[in-house]
């Protein structure tokens, strides 16, 4: 160990002196080249003192970098985080004007232009030459990160650290269960694999199957098909993985609100419109995130799992933690040092080394992404989405900024010992959702997250506490082409033409657009040859004077898609619409959306049956009648498919109209109704089977032969664990709003597993 020590001090001495040495050589080549760029006094120096000159200046600059560009990373916290990665090479290049003044051997001199030009080549070269260096050393990384906690322990040497555990969550957003199976059994991810003690490369394994038949937890003895592995890298395991059923809403708005609140109640979507205020809520919308997260908090009766002592990460909402950074609940908030969204950059980029890792990594991730997609395109690869436009930025920032990021905020927390700490890595899920959950690309992106999980798995060797590190998901992801791509035209054109008004006229010449105007006309009992010469486009409604949106015309529907869930809502009548209202409004709707062929089912409340779920073929069961053993045409859906769909029909502000499209149980594949070939929304398929993959100290998740169910559940489950550790306690029911920490070293047995069973 003390070996591997000096070794390490060794390769990072070796690395500094030959970016200096770097430096010093890309001076030299600018002074020869630039006439307005000179190391040597008018009467001209020996190549030797030009060399000692270059090299003093390189030397300058270099510690100029590392003491004065933290202060500047600070002065810009308010610039926008993806513009602040691409100033990273200018500002950190600005600072040679001022290691040219410094220089000990009083000379070098530049014009103001060309000082410019020189400055920003030379922090390139430098730059790139460290980071070519070091990017890929994952121990170099953790040996900074080591000295920034060795100094915050030794200012906070008279406090005494805390020896119970720590919990760090990690969610992999949008990973499945059978994804995260596949990609341990064909070693794309040896350190989950190493934690379930499966060998890289076990004979025997099959890969994990599509429709969810592979057995609840992972093992060398649970795998299907295997037995204990006899490869060498196999070990005993310390984790146990299972899956667990998302609510119908399938997405992260929803299972990241119950995971980390207690309560998910009234999030039938990603995206809904709400009658009652005339808004369209959008869970990655800020202002939106803010009040899901109090009405949550108002529902369970706690600040949430991470109230007491916890750090929240990356996340849409911040779980009551006191210590935040990127959180998106946050980011409307009146700034100030408890609640600043991007706190989180300049801890990471206030290192000059993080700094270029990441900028290199970025540009990086961009090429990998357009060469990626042209390939896609000349192999005229199906199903396929646009990838173009910014795309390619959002991409790379995803999977590597907010990633490195995150990381580093994690292991920062797990060095200064909070006890609790809860972050999501959103890499798989947006490269996912326009590559495929199965492709080649997002496997690349799931052996980058395992090397993240390496990272923080060795930190916790050094933190002061012991940690349990457990990983979840929020929801996986269904494959499948989009509605527009199979059919023409989108589901709001389909509900336009099912109610009778105009649509584009792309969408009229496709099979489903004439169909549902037949659909209509017949309805109506209207001749088809009626409507012929009628106008194509409605007349322009004029502005209001205020400036604000003309008024829609009444019976103009809302149609807003979350994958391949869709909902439709007529925002001229105050309240949920029943199904004899619709059909008394538009009578051939309904039907034109049920007998679709890409359409699974709808769900619409009834004044007969209090709630009615219609599918083809006139398919009608009300929703009390739904059950695990008459699902009706919930089947192919799988188990757990009737239940939610009921406990959305309670939601105050479900839509008019709920609909799911249509779901293929042998391929496992849906019909986006957004542009995505990896979408989750709704229900069918992978998108639905998250996964929990958590130590084995901590109590088993449900009893053997039990299916945990829904993200409240889940909450319930990690509460439950953090009470293990004696961390944060959470009050067990509405009105109880004091959060009382467990007193450290309390018999558990006489606290009472009961207690333990339900918060909120």
């Not at 993240?452 to 998901?473: C, K, Q």
């Not at 008459?630 to 008019?656: C, I, K, Q, W, Y």
């Amino acid at each position: 160990m003390r070996r591997e020590h000096w070794r390490s001090l060794f390769r990072g001495a070796l690395r500094s002196i030959t970016v200096w040495a770097v430096s010093t050589l890309t001076m030299l080549l600018l002074a020869g080249i630039l006439p307005d760029f000179k190391l040597q006094s008018d009467t001209g120096d020996s190549a030797t003192r030009i060399a000692v000159t270059a090299a003093a200046g390189a030397g300058v600059f270099g510690l100029l970098s590392a003491l004065v560009w933290p202060l500047m990373v600070r002065l810009l916290l308010l610039v926008p985080a993806l513009v602040l990665g691409l100033l990273v090479f200018f500002l950190n290049g600005s600072l040679l004007l001022v290691a040219l003044r410094l220089n000990p051997s009083g000379r070098g001199e530049a014009a103001p232009e060309t000082a410019v030009v020189v400055a920003a080549v030379m922090s390139a070269v430098a730059s790139a030459t460290g980071a070519a260096l070091a990017v890929r050393d994952d121990d170099a990384y953790r040996r900074r990160l080591y000295r920034l906690a060795d100094r915050r322990r030794r200012r906070a040497a008279a406090r005494t650290g805390p020896s119970s555990p720590g919990t760090v969550f990690l969610q992999l957003d949008g990973v499945g269960h059978d994804v995260l199976t596949d990609a341990v059994l064909k070693g794309l991810m040896p350190t989950v694999a190493g934690w379930l003690g499966v060998g890289a490369g076990t004979p025997g394994v099959p890969a994990a199957r599509r429709d969810g038949s592979e057995d609840a937890v992972v093992t060398p003895a649970t795998v299907p098909g295997t037995a204990p592995a006899q490869d060498a890298a196999a070990s005993a395991p310390t984790h146990r993985l299972i899956p667990w059923r998302t609510d119908w809403s399938s997405q992260t708005g929803a299972s990241q609100l119950g995971i980390l609140h207690g309560s998910n109640h009234d999030v039938p979507a990603f995206r809904w419109y709400e009658k009652d205020t005339g808004e369209t809520v959008v869970a990655n919308r800020p202002t939106s995130a803010a009040d899901l997260q109090r009405r949550a908090e108002e529902r369970a009766g706690h600040a949430g799992l991470l109230a007491v002592d916890g750090a929240s990460r990356g996340n849409l909402f911040s779980g009551g933690a006191g210590e935040q950074a990127l959180v998106l609940s946050i980011a409307i908030r009146r700034r100030g040092r408890a609640n600043r969204s991007r706190a989180g950059y300049f801890a990471y980029f206030s290192d000059p080394a993080n700094a270029v890792r990441t900028a290199l990594s970025f540009v990086a991730e961009v090429c990998r992404e357009i060469t990626e997609s042209t390939r896609a395109r000349l192999r005229k690869e199906r199903p396929r989405v646009g990838r173009g436009g910014l795309y390619p930025l959002i991409r790379a920032f995803a999977t590597v900024v907010e990633r490195d990021v995150v990381v580093a905020a994690v292991m920062g927390d797990m060095l200064a010992g909070r006890t609790a700490v809860y972050a999501d890595l959103v890499a798989y899920d947006e490269v996912a959702h326009h590559s495929g959950p199965h492709s080649r690309d997002a496997g690349k992106v799931l052996a980058r997250l395992d090397r993240a999980l390496a990272l923080i798995a060795h930190v916790a060797e050094r933190a002061p506490r012991p940690y349990r590190i457990v990983v979840l998901s929020d929801h996986g992801q269904s494959p499948g082409e989009t509605f527009q791509t199979r059919y023409g035209l989108g589901l709001g054109d389909l509900v336009r033409a099912g109610c009778g008004l105009p649509v584009p006229r792309r969408a009229q010449r496709t099979h489903s657009g004439a169909e549902a105007r037949a659909a209509v006309r017949a309805a109506l009992r209207r001749p088809v040859e009626e409507d012929t010469d009628r106008p194509r486009h409605t007349a322009c409604v004029p502005a209001r004077q205020d400036g604000r949106p003309p008024p829609r015309p009444a019976g103009e529907p809302v149609v807003l898609a979350s994958g391949n869930l869709g909902l439709v809502s007529f925002p001229d009548v105050p309240h949920r619409m029943s199904r004899e209202e619709i059909d008394r409004r538009h009578p051939a709707l309904l039907s034109t959306l049920a007998n679709h062929p890409g359409i699974g089912f709808l769900l619409v409340r009834s004044e007969e049956h209090g709630g009615v779920v219609l599918a083809a073929h006139g398919a009608e069961v009300p929703v009390d009648e739904l059950s695990e053993a008459h699902p009706g045409p919930l089947a192919d859906f799988g188990p757990g498919a009737a239940e939610a769909v009921r406990r959305t029909h309670s939601f105050p502000h479900t839509a008019d109209i709920m609909v799911n499209s249509w779901y293929d149980p042998a391929e496992g594949e849906v019909l986006a109704f957004e542009e995505q070939i990896g979408s989750h929304g709704g229900l069918g398929g992978a998108q639905g089977r998250p996964f929990l993959l958590s130590p084995l100290e901590f109590s088993p998740p449900v009893a053997e032969g039990a299916e945990l169910v829904g993200a409240e559940e889940v909450h319930r489950v990690l509460a439950r664990w953090l009470r293990e550790c004696d961390g944060p306690q959470i009050p067990l029911g509405p009105g109880r709003g004091t959060v009382v920490p467990r007193p450290a070293g309390r018999d558990r047995a006489a606290t009472g597993d009961d207690a333990d069973e339900r918060a909120a």
